[in-house]
């Protein structure tokens, strides 16, 4: 159908829509005509995507010379190729209704095929990308450096993308990491010392160039051409090469000065946790080695591989990776800590010391974006709390807005269990984490609801030990051998192969009606790449909260910065981290407004108004004040009655004019007004 | 009563039913006693007859078999051969073991088939009803003119039936008991035992390979049991196992699988990801990681028991499936390989872009071209979800009389227009208030009634 959004004509593939995606365009649309950032939160399986294309390709075309571009970031393989095939739906629907063939260039980059596409990125309309090509520094560079400003970037999945900012940025070293390290630098001093022989020109040529080269930098991020690389801050660029590192000789020394003072870092009893310019401090005062020459590390091995033209940088990963870090640690004073232990905690007695450079702040890499494009949409089917994104990447949107799922049958069913039939509190809290009672229950509650549920059942466990100690008592008293009889278990181990193979053995047995349990993990790849749509999950059951393991003192370095420089007090964003993550579980059942899915809460401080506030609005608004604390037995009552009258048939019909329109409903005045509280602003 | 044709297959002597001495027949078709020197049977069942067969336990002194039919009568037939009676408890016992299964199905089989014929020949039921039912012919007259037909009518329609699947709690049915003297009892089954072989073809192997040349049946399992192989949360110590073997081979089986990789691509974990980080970014694993070199015993144990489970899984699944799998859907993968070649960059192998546009699909936002069905519909549809619920008292409402009501009164709320003209005025309001109060001219005693209908009054005026 053709839509008009405020006077923008939008090609939709399809004879139908759903009020929430008319919702979704009209904000949308405001925020590019604001040219400003946004931050928008709709259910999966709404179509969120086709109406982002829709509408950021109606716009292209509309203001060809407003919007020149659009960028589209997802997480995973499947997503990235999902949204190609939603993008090659709309063009064939395009040609058909305009009748001309379209001239629009998309352009899909994944790993196995990123060869060469530097001059064709420039050229697409349409680039479609992992998160990594513009986030992370090393990769950006490489990829994404001249990407016109008047682009529209999309981060799809969005959810976890402080997460992703943070790894980009992060380093961690170990002794391996130091002798491969070892390796290289041998490895470029013979190479320099065989080029001296043969072709001393070349290094006098890179001499000269070191100087040049940055400048040219420097003028065109000035003249606005390039994206700015976090890691290569503007500073640099008005400055040269400093000397001592200019000749490939010295830098080689340096290099080696360099290592030996991390090498001797690592031989530390005890743990040691320290600021970046506590590093530097240290640093200069044991092997005199200056903040500026360390700034232009990574720049300047870049050049000096150049240079001897090395074709396989990845032999050099070990020597990258450490330059990186000299240029990281030196350039930013704030945001980052450096943590050294000797060993892991669980294993004392075996030396194994790393050290940790922490990124704290997301907004550091992610800054360049918002700061080079137009338009920067943040979107997913779970962003709740809305406001928590833009402080933690530090950006002022334009729109926030959460979008509910209209349904004309509820087929979403939130249930929290708070107590086992013996009234016994369920709670993966630590306290009672070890707790038998608590076990047992979790173990009843799962193969009540196995006798119940058709096909498909998926669990997640806060944590892969926590699942490994439960299934193991469960064995041990027998209740998987019972389940066992009601459905086929499969788990999920740490292993990814295996877990594919149990994946996909688990499809197997939902699709050939025998019925099959999912065991699997929050955090982990199942709970953030896979879907269980249908009857692939008719129910999800959470035992427990998924906090992340706190004891970690990275995350607690994390939450102190968070606290002194963004005041996030830690509960709320443990907690935050903990629903959305429960919230990413538990939607992975909910692929449409045609599926249906029990969505069960199993540990009672989900009926906090904390906890449960937190969680996104579309699931929020089904959780009744009667579900929230229910017993085994009750929860089980409940989702019998649900399933029962989910199994009945469900037709357009039933949908028309209230979940789906036709395009003479939408033009309705009653439906348009009824549109505009679709959309839930903050 | 004992044709001369029937085979005998074991005769035991000195067995006592009912206090009488006598000797107990077992033939191909009945199982038989006759008392002791009499030329007849007094005993007679016939194996289909029976539905299990029950011993006394080991330790007590009189050695009994007992005979449950399915009429629920029993037969009890006491061992009474002072050197022998154990052994011939045993042999009766196994041999029984092994003939009861075959009649048994053999019943059902027919049974099923009577009441299939019935159902689908309105004549021979009619029939039926008119000759047995009236009693003018026994069940079994009537059949032995039919079922000759029956077994010669079309192969195929038994060849055609369905493989029944095997239960993945079949080794749950296999609890062990103790038996009071620290030892354990497993109870097996002719079904449980068809389930293992099914499910874990290696362990078949080693029976074929080992019984009854090195171990007898008993053994066999007895080891089976023992071993670390029933056990998967223990961890294998001795190698002296037979079973050492299935283990390993199972666990090359799995490999093999896993190595396999899988065909969905919407499953497949290890390429979810585009771009990894390189070896030594990212904030490192914030979760103890629990690697194979520092497990402690009991994290070993549960991630075996873990594999144990994905094993099974997987085997039982492939047991039920292992008849239909043909080799078909693989051609169809290879010849993948031709198709599409003009744009290879957006190549993508049939499977993969299948599934891809089942995950694409909105199925509701395009118009519906399926053949339209007949929707079942339900006039009351709590009664449907409920089940039947008793009146509790006349004045029963259901669910849908409320949803009418509470929709009703919405609707006359939404409509609710305030008469603003009818309106008393404020002064006569508040005189009224004032006439109304304590010690008003209303609110003196026998007033009671006026004071009623004058409020009523102002009230209806509102």
Sequence with gaps: MKLNIEGLLVYFPYDYIYPEQYSYMLELKRTLDAKGHGVLEMPSGTGKTISLLSLIIAYQRAFPLE???????????????????????????????????NNFLALALSSRKNLCIHPEILHANIVVYSYHYLLDPKIADLVSKELAKKSVVVFDEAHNIDNVCIDSMSVNITRRTLDRCQNNVDTLQNTIHKIKETDAAKLREEYRRLVEGLKEANVARETDIYLANPVLPDEILQEAVPGTIRTAEHFVGFLRRFLEYLKSRLRVQHVVQESAPQFLKDIFDKVCIDRKPLRFCAERLQSLLRTLEIADIADFSAVTLISNFATLVSTYSQGFTIIIEPFEDRTPTIANPVLHFSCMDPSIAIKPVFQRFQSVIITSGTLSPLDIYPRILDFRPVTMASFTMTLARTCLCPLIVGRGNDQVALSSKFETREDFAVIRNYGNLLLEMSAIVPDGIVAFFTSYVYM???????????????????????????????????????QEACENGRGAILLSVARGKVSEGIDF??????????????????????????????????????????????????????????????????????????????????????????????????????????????????????????QLGLSLLTLEQLQSEEMLQKITQIAHQT | ??????????????????????????????????????????????????????????????????????????????????????????????????????????????????????????????????????????????????????????????????????????????????????????????????????????????????VPHNLTEKEFWTRFFQSHYFHRDRINTGTQDIFSECAKQDEKGLKSLVVQGVKNPLVDLLSLEDKTLDEGYGVSTTQPSTSNANRTVKESSNYAIIKRFNHHSAMVLAAGSRKGETPADQASETSSTDGNSRDSDFFQPPVKKVKLQEAIEYEDLQRENRPKTVALNLKKS????????????????????????????????????????????????????????????????????AINRKFLSLMFSG
């Design chain 1, 533 to 654: 749509v249908h009857h692939f999950g008719r129910a999800v059951i959470m035992f427990g909260v998924p906090y992340v393991y706190t004891q970690s003192r990275i995350l607690k370095a994390r939450l102190e910065y968070l606290r002194d420089q963004f005041q996030i007090r830690e509960n709320d964003f443990l907690t935050f981290d903990a629903m959305r993550h429960a919230a990413q579980c538990v939607g992975r059942a909910i692929r449409g407004k045609t599926d249906y899915g029990l969505m069960i809460f199993a540990d009672k401080r989900y009926a906090r108004a904390d906890k449960r506030g937190k969680l996104p609005r579309w699931i929020q608004e089904h959780i009744n004040d009667g579900s929230l604390n229910l017993t085994v037995d009750e929860a089980v009552q409940l989702a019998k009655h649900f399933l029962r009258q989910m199994a009945q048939p469900f037709r357009q019909e039933d």
């Design chain 1, 67 to 101: 919007v020149t571009k659009l960028i589209y970031c997802s997480r995973t393989v499947p997503e990235i190729e999902k949204v190609i095939e939603e993008l090659r739906k709309l063009m064939e629907f395009y040609s058909k209704e305009t009748g001309e063939s």
């Design chain 2, 1 to 210: 009563m004992a044709s001369l044709s029937e085979e005998v297959l074991l005769v035991v002597k000195k067995v006592r039913q009912r206090k009488q001495d006598g000797t107990l027949y077992l033939m191909a078709e009945r199982i038989a006693w006759g008392p002791e020197g009499k030329d007849r049977f007094t005993v007679s069942h016939l194996y289909a007859d029976i539905r299990c067969q029950k011993i006394s336990p080991d330790g007590k002194a009189k050695v009994q078999l007992q005979l449950v039919l399915h009429t629920g009568e029993s037969t009890t037939f006491h061992f009474a051969n002072e050197s022998s009676a154990l052994k011939d408890r045993e042999a009766a016992k196994e041999l029984l073991q092994q003939l009861l299964p075959k009649f048994k199905k053999k019943a059902n089989k027919e049974l099923e088939e009577k009441n299939r014929m019935l159902q689908e020949d309105p004549v021979l039921f009619q029939l039926y009803k008119d000759l047995v039912v009236s009693q003018v012919i026994s069940a079994e007259e009537f059949w032995a003119n039919r079922l000759g037909g029956v077994n010669n009518t079309d192969p195929t329609l038994f060849n055609n039936k369905q493989e029944v699947g095997i239960s993945g709690a079949f080794l749950a049915d296999i609890r062990p008991q103790t038996d009071g003297c620290n030892g354990l009892r497993y109870n097996l089954t002719a079904d449980i035992i068809e389930s293992i072989f099914r499910t874990y073809p290696a362990v078949k192997q080693k029976y074929s390979e080992n």
């Design chain 1, 468 to 506: 490994e100690n439960i299934v193991a008592s469960w064995y041990e008293q027998g209740i998987l051998e019972n389940i066992q009889r009601n459905k086929l278990i499969f788990i999920e181990t740490q292993d990814a192969a295996e877990t594919s193979m149990a994946l996909e053995k688990y």
């Design chain 2, 382 to 449: 709590d009664r449907y979800a409920h089940g039947p619920v008793p009146l509790q008292s006349q004045q029963y409402t259901t669910s849908q009389d409320i949803i009418n009501s509470v929709n009703y009164i919405r609707h006359e709320m939404a409509n609710y227009k305030p008469n603003l003209t009818q309106v008393v005025s404020s002064t006569a309001a508040s005189s009224a208030i004032v006439a109304l109060s304590p010690g008003g001219v209303l609110m003196q005693a026998g007033a009671q009634q």
